[in-house]
């Protein structure tokens, strides 16, 4: 109905001219970018949200819920259409994106679904992806693994604690894990799953390549874990002009590639 009645308010010549609105928002779209082109190892999640842009296509539903990861993957990735960011409206509840995916799945079938959690809320309800082999469920879960309860950790800092939010541990059956705990590879190969782990940033592409090919060869759920440095500060505020940013901003284009509209194409600002 309210796309009808543009039509014909702009057959009529009622509708109102927003081209130059456009145009400055537009600008402001190629000023101000965050840094995500980072080479750091243990890798840095804005690495992450910019090979995830770059790997998946306009087609991708994404799943998340709670935490850094979302806060941050919704402010970097790029969705593009309704019904194609899925999270649970603030709600909060940790590991409700992996039972939340598999519906996505079943509701969409045929189409590209990835979803996103910190390692804590990949663990809360990780039994799950067993109902994804078992009925056939394809989906590829990009787990950003800090070892940390990072949104908690980030909330103390007023307080200067850092209390009780550690997740890691040296596990004694799986080494290669390097004090992060939890080998959520193995389980979720045990899980009748497949799994890749990533710790240099350089492999990120050839790890979400591999995941979307696993999905559909076998036709079940897909881990990418990426090990990420222990403590990153993700940008929020109470207001949006209070953002507290911690990272540094994009100097040049390639600081940020895969920006909507690469930095410095459009500076002119009209007032």
């Avoid at 284009?253 to 410095?264: I, M, Q, R, S, Y």
Wanted: some cysteine; overall charge negative; proline content about 6%.
């Amino acid at each position: 109905m309210i796309l009808q009645v543009v039509r014909e308010r702009k057959a009529a010549g009622t509708l109102p001219d927003y081209s130059q609105w456009a145009a400055a928002a537009t600008a402001r779209k190629s000023t101000g970018h965050r840094k995500t082109n980072f080479e750091n190892i243990p890798i840095k999640p804005q690495r992450v949200y910019q090979e995830m842009n770059a790997a998946f296509g306009q087609d991708t539903t994404y799943v998340s819920t709670i935490g850094l990861s979302q806060i941050a993957g919704a402010q970097m990735l790029h969705v593009y259409g309704p019904r194609k960011w899925i999270n649970a409206g603030q709600a909060g509840p940790l590991g409700w994106t992996g039972p939340a995916a598999l519906g996505v799945v079943r509701g969409k079938p045929g189409e590209r679904v990835v979803a996103l959690s910190g390692d804590y809320d990949f663990q809360f309800m990780i039994e799950e992806l067993a109902v994804g082999a078992q009925f056939k469920l394809p989906y590829v879960h990009v787990v950003v693994n800090n070892s940390y309860l990072g949104l908690i950790r980030q909330s103390q800092r007023p307080f200067e604690m850092d209390y009780h939010v550690s997740l890691g541990f040296d596990n004694i059956n799986s080494p290669e894990t390097n004090g992060y705990g939890v080998d959520h590879v193995k389980v979720a190969e045990g899980l009748g799953c497949k799994a890749v782990r990533v710790t240099d940033p350089a492999k990120l592409a050839d790890a979400f390549a591999q995941a979307n090919t696993l999905a559909d060869e076998h036709q079940v759920p897909v881990v990418v874990e990426v090990i990420l440095e222990k403590v990153t500060n993700i940008a929020m505020g109470a207001q949006l002009d209070a953002v507290n940013e911690f990272e540094d901003l994009a100097l040049e284009p390639g600081d940020a590639p895969t920006a909507l509209v690469p930095l410095g194409d459009s500076v002119t600002v009209d007032a």
